[in-house]
C-alpha cells in the first residue's frame, strides 16, 4: 500500500510537469478565439444530488475549475485545499461570486454522493460533479484535460494519472489564467482579487 501510493504520487508529480508543459505548448500554438486560448467548452455533467448541471448553469458566476479523483492521495486534495484558502483568504463578499468546482475523472468509483461528500471537505461553494464516462470523457477532451487509469493492485485498488490544472473561468465562461499544482493560495487570491 505505501509503496503504491509512493508511485501514485511519483507518477502524479511526472504527470503535472509533463502536463503542463503540453498545455503552455497548447496554449501558445493552438488556435486562441479572440486572443483567448479555447479552453473550456460545453460540457454536460451529474452533480451531487444527481441532476444534470452544464456550463450554462454557472452563467454569472466565475469559476475555479479541477479535474481529479476523490481517491487522489495528494494533488488533488492540496490544490483543493488550496483553491479553499484562496476563497476564504478574499472574504465572503467576493468567494460568494466564485464556484470551485471538482469534475471527477473516475466516475466508476465517484458516484454522485462520493463527489458531494468530498466537495464538502471544501470551501462551502465548491461543486463537485461526476458522470458517465461518455459525459466525463467529453469534458475533459474541452478542457485538455489528460487521465488514464493506471493498472489495478491486487485488491482492486487503482490511481488515475491526470493532468493537474486549476482554470479561472469569468463569469461569461471564458478562459482568465490558470494555476498549476505549484500555486499557492496567495496567488489563486491575488488573481481573483484583480479579476472581481
Ligand atoms: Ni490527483
Known amino acids: 500500500m505505501r509503496r503504491s501510493l509512493q508511485i501514485g504520487l511519483l507518477v502524479c ?7 503542463a508543459g503540453y498545455w503552455l ?6 488556435k486562441p478565439e ?8 460545453p460540457f454536460e455533467l451529474i452533480d451531487g444530488d444527481g441532476r444534470t448541471v452544464t456550463e450554462r ?3 454569472g458566476r466565475h469559476m475555479l475549475v479541477y479535474f481529479g479523483f476523490t481517491f487522489c492521495p ?28 471538482f469534475i471527477s475523472i473516475d466516475p466508476e468509483r465517484d458516484t454522485p454522493e462520493v463527489v458531494r461528500e468530498y466537495a464538502g471537505h471544501f470551501h462551502p461553494g465548491t461543486v463537485g460533479l461526476t458522470g458517465t464516462p461518455e459525459q466525463v470523457g467529453a469534458a475533459a477532451r474541452a478542457w485538455r484535460i489528460y487521465f488514464r487509469k493506471a493498472d489495478p ?4 485498488s487503482y490511481l ?13 465562461g471564458r478562459y482568465v489564467t490558470h494555476f498549476g499544482h505549484e500555486a499557492s493560495a496567495a496567488d489563486m487570491a491575488a488573481a481573483l482579487k484583480r479579476l472581481l
Open 57 to 59: 448553469d454557472f452563467r
Open 25 to 30: 505548448w497548447w496554449a501558445l500554438e493552438g
Open 153 to 156: 493492485e491486487e485488491d482492486g
Open 74 to 101: 495528494d494533488v488533488c486534495p492540496t490544490t483543493l485545499f488550496n483553491a479553499s484558502r484562496a476563497l476564504d483568504e478574499i472574504g465572503p463578499a467576493l468567494a460568494s461570486k466564485v464556484r470551485l468546482v
Open 160 to 172: 488515475v494519472d491526470h493532468s493537474s490544472i486549476l482554470f479561472l473561468m469569468d463569469g461569461d
Open 13 to 19: 508529480g511526472v504527470l503535472v510537469s509533463a502536463a
Open 34 to 41: 479572440q486572443g483567448r486560448p479555447s479552453v473550456g467548452g
